[in-house]
């Protein structure tokens, strides 16, 4: 069956300009999470989703950072006023598990490549 | 915390060698330890996890690996090493997070390198 998919899978962007990344999970999968892959930092929790519903928010960054899951299904990571340190990968990943379970697998998508320049 | 701690970050091995990826772990509850591999331009996928059925857990493409409570390890092995298998290796930790799921923290990785 079809993974999770993820777009674009490259965005060049100017500093200042807002980036919206688009992530589609496996179908039927409630639990959808984004982390980040960045050469400084290696890859990083940045926001789970139950749902549609964020209970934890504890990764993401700054303010400039938001996320929202619509239909249980479709989720964006949207980045305000980019700054270089923004660049990095962006990955998804969703897994199966109505109330989320510790030990579920997180199935990742290829991932955005985001630069800032 | 729970973290994790890859030892080497480029292991270099020949066809046909034995592989190994060593992890430890740091975790004041049992953990759940999992193996990702990522290739060139693509995300992770899941090469095995242990979540306390068996101390010894066996994966796809030929890999296993072994939860050592004793030593705070769990190292990656596969007897004969392939070219396909040059790729970067994570280990990771998940514990779980407020409303349900369960949060991956990340080793650095291991570059492996297999050469003829």
């Known amino acids: 069956g079809a993974g999770v998919s993820q777009s674009p899978s490259n965005k060049v962007t100017e500093k200042g300009k807002d980036v919206e990344l688009r992530c589609d999970p496996i179908?039927?999968?409630?639990?959808l999470y984004w982390y980040r892959q960045s050469l400084g930092q290696g890859l990083e929790f940045l926001i789970y989703?139950?749902?549609?519903?964020?209970?934890?928010k504890s990764g993401l960054p700054s303010d400039r950072f938001s996320a929202e899951r619509t239909g249980g299904s479709v989720s964006t990571l949207t980045i305000q006023r980019t700054q270089q340190e923004d660049s990095a990968v962006y990955l998804c990943?969703?897994?199966?598990?109505?109330?989320?379970?510790?030990?579920?697998?997180?199935?990742f998508g290829p991932g955005t490549r985001l630069t800032v320049l | 915390a729970q973290s994790v701690t890859q030892l080497g970050s480029h292991v270099s091995v020949s066809e046909g060698a034995l592989v190994l990826l060593r992890c430890n772990y740091s975790?004041?509850?049992?953990?759940?330890l999992f193996w990702y591999v990522q290739y060139p331009n693509q995300g992770l996928q899941l090469l095995l996890k242990?979540?306390?059925?068996?101390?010894l857990v066996k994966g796809i493409n030929g890999f296993e690996a072994e939860f050592k409570k004793s030593e705070t390890s769990f190292h990656l092995t596969k007897p004969s090493a392939h070219m396909s298998d040059a790729a970067e290796y994570f280990c990771?930790?998940?514990?779980?997070?407020?409303?349900?799921?369960?949060?991956?923290?990340f080793g650095t990785g291991t570059q492996l390198k297999v050469e003829l």
């Open positions: 975790s004041s509850v049992p953990p759940y």
């Open positions: 990943a969703s897994s199966w598990g109505p109330s989320g379970r510790v030990a579920d697998t997180q199935y």
């Open positions: 989703f139950q749902g549609n519903s964020a209970p934890d």
């Open positions: 179908s039927g999968h409630t639990a």
């Open positions: 990771a930790v998940s514990f779980p997070i407020t409303g349900g799921g369960n949060k991956l923290t």
């Open positions: 242990y979540t306390s059925a068996a101390t």
